[in-house]
């Protein structure tokens, strides 16, 4: 999980914004012009392709300038974290932004990061409320985080719509639910180069992975106003839910043999049981039964729910005849 060569150099600008990018010609251009509208201007923008087969390349070299860098992989990495830590070992900025290619930035939201970590040195990470749009860019949730209530009961306020997270209820909230949006964050870079970085090993979850990983030594503060949109591709859902929850497991799994807390734990082992089922169900939905079986009973080792118990049980029958007690029971 090392990051090679980040060096601590002095820093030429304020804020570095790392952006891995993989066949985004349809959004790239609306994201660049979005930061490049920002009133805050002292900030550099590192944009690294991942072998893409679209026209994003050409984007990239349309907005080159003294202050956007483009970097090309030679072979595609399967996931972000790598073409991000190299990001990070370009980077002149004394903090690091993510930010994704096809999200849209708000206005404003330069300032407020900036200022929100100038205020808390001491913090590991700075992240925001967003909003969430479809493919399209028509507004789907003006509010995507206002469902979220339990980590905001642990809230210490520390300016007008900033809050502090202390680093053990950061911890413990993240394990509830990921209230972070990969977009919204910022990152001390001396606080990046401490940790080395995402998990490259991780082809998703690796934010999440590094969010957990801050939280062990850091407090957080959190922003609620949204301050970015966050684009969702309805055709990537099921590969959300499928491979996605396989990292989630590694992710959590690795958190069993801790000193949890009896509530952290209970977070632990829910959530465990919610994505070994989802894993369960992509497997079955490939035809990889024993695959589907085995998190199926993972599932009911960390929630023993029906559902669970359900599809368990029916995944020793054959395919055919699970449909038709299906079809049966509707």
């Not at 590192?46 to 907005?63: F, N």
């Not at 959530?271 to 199926?296: P, W």
């Not at 020793?316 to 038709?324: N, R, T, Y």
Request: glycine share 6%.
């Amino acid at each position: 999980m090392s990051v090679d060569n980040l060096a601590l150099e002095v820093k030429a600008c304020a804020l570095s914004i790392i952006i891995p990018v993989y066949n985004a010609d349809n959004y790239l251009g609306r994201t660049l012009d979005s930061i490049l509208a920002q009133s805050f201007q002292d900030y550099e923008i590192i944009l690294i392709d991942d072998c893409s087969t679209d026209g994003s390349g050409h984007i990239m070299e349309s907005y080159r300038t003294d202050r956007i860098e483009c970097l090309y992989s030679e072979k595609n990495t399967g996931g972000p974290s790598a073409p991000r830590n190299r990001g990070v070992t370009k980077a002149k900025g004394k903090y690091i932004l993510f930010f994704d290619s096809d999200d849209v930035m708000l206005p404003g939201k330069l300032d407020a990061i900036f200022d929100a970590l100038e205020s808390n040195p001491d913090i590991g990470l700075v992240c925001t409320n967003f909003q969430s749009i479809n493919e399209a860019g028509n507004l789907l949730n003006d509010n995507y985080l206002r469902e979220y209530t339990r980590f905001r009961t642990k809230f210490i306020q520390v300016d007008d719509g900033a809050f502090r997270l202390n680093k053990r209820d950061a911890y413990a909230e993240l394990l509830n639910a990921n209230f972070v949006g990969t977009s919204s964050v910022a990152i001390p870079r001396k606080v990046f180069v401490e940790l080395g970085g995402f998990n490259t090993t991780l082809t998703n979850s690796e934010d999440y992975h590094l969010w957990l990983r801050i939280s062990d030594k850091y407090d957080f503060v959190f922003l609620d106003n949204p301050y970015h949109q966050y684009r969702i591709h309805q055709d990537s859902i099921s590969f959300r839910g499928g491979e996605s929850a396989k990292n989630r497991i590694r992710v959590l799994s690795s958190h069993l043999e801790r000193d949890l807390l009896s509530g952290e734990m209970k977070s632990v082992r829910r959530r465990l049981a919610e994505n070994h089922f989802s894993a369960g169900l992509f497997e079955y939905g490939r035809g990889e039964v024993l695959l589907a079986r085995g998190h199926f009973h993972c599932a009911l080792k960390y929630g023993r729910d029906w559902k669970s118990l359900k599809h368990y049980i029916t995944s020793f029958f054959p395919k055919s005849i699970v449909i038709k007690i299906h079809d049966l029971v509707k």
